[in-house]
């Protein structure tokens, strides 16, 4: 079973900042947490991971907060192409542990 | 280009028929997946393969198949034994097993529909 709860959709205006909440309250020390999202159709695409610190890419940006039960990711100027559903995962140490998916939040940007 | 090759996007079959379905890779990855994905649901794990000639079973590995001859590839052979093999198909890869901070990338999937 997936170890996040997300919630099932969000709206979000175009251009303004995309804020995509996630609790994992029983990750262990040494897991990762990843995101991904699905655009319609497509396969998943890898957007950001962290362990404890807070992460940016040219992406987005990921907020963990300080006891790693619950994070954020942040989208900073939503367009409609990151209309999808995220997924928040976290991922056991071992190399290459599978991803285990929950259903994700379903993101719709709003022109 | 390298990147992970799914094939056929799209594929028809019979009901009581094995069909199999191609996952190629060029990244040189250790480590391949099958997922299966139905209509406004997560991605569930079919079959796991971190390095050749071995693989695990995932969730819901029942009525599926698989090989790790090479590589670069990890076809998936859904057989008549599965009950409702209408679905979303994806393969994913990801680098060598000693790296704990690896991003699995994934094909673009193959929609198998059964009638």
């Known amino acids: 079973d997936a170890k996040t709860t997300q919630p099932t959709s969000m709206d979000c205006a175009e251009g303004r900042a995309a804020n995509l909440p996630c609790n994992h309250s029983?990750?262990?020390?040494?897991?990762?947490v990843y995101w991904y999202r699905q655009i319609h159709s497509q396969g998943p695409q890898y957007i950001i991971h962290?362990?404890?610190n807070n992460e940016t890419n040219e992406m987005a940006s990921l907020i963990i907060t300080e006891d790693r039960k619950s994070s954020t990711l942040i989208l900073p100027h939503a367009t409609l192409r990151d209309t999808a559903v995220y997924y928040c995962i976290v991922r056991g140490y071992s190399g290459n542990t599978p991803l285990v998916f929950g259903k994700g939040t379903r993101l719709s940007v709003i022109a | 280009d390298g990147g992970i090759t799914q094939s056929p996007k799209y594929l028809f079959r019979k009901e009581g028929q094995n069909v199999t379905l191609s996952c190629e890779q060029n990244?040189?990855?250790?480590?391949m997946y099958w997922y299966r994905q139905d209509p406004g649901q997560g991605l569930r794990l079919i079959y796991y393969s971190q390095i050749v000639n071995d693989f695990q079973k995932g969730d819901i590995a029942e009525g599926y198949s698989v090989s790790r001859e090479k590589k670069e590839s990890f076809p998936l052979t859904v057989t008549s034994a599965q009950k409702n093999p209408t679905a979303f198909y994806l393969c994913?890869?990801?680098?060598?097993?000693?790296?704990?901070?690896?991003?699995?990338?994934f094909g673009q999937g193959t929609r198998l529909t059964v009638v």
């Open positions: 990244l040189n990855h250790d480590a």
């Open positions: 029983t990750i262990s020390g040494n897991e990762y």
């Open positions: 962290g362990l404890k």
């Open positions: 994913a890869s990801s680098i060598d097993p000693s790296r704990v901070n690896t991003e699995a990338f």
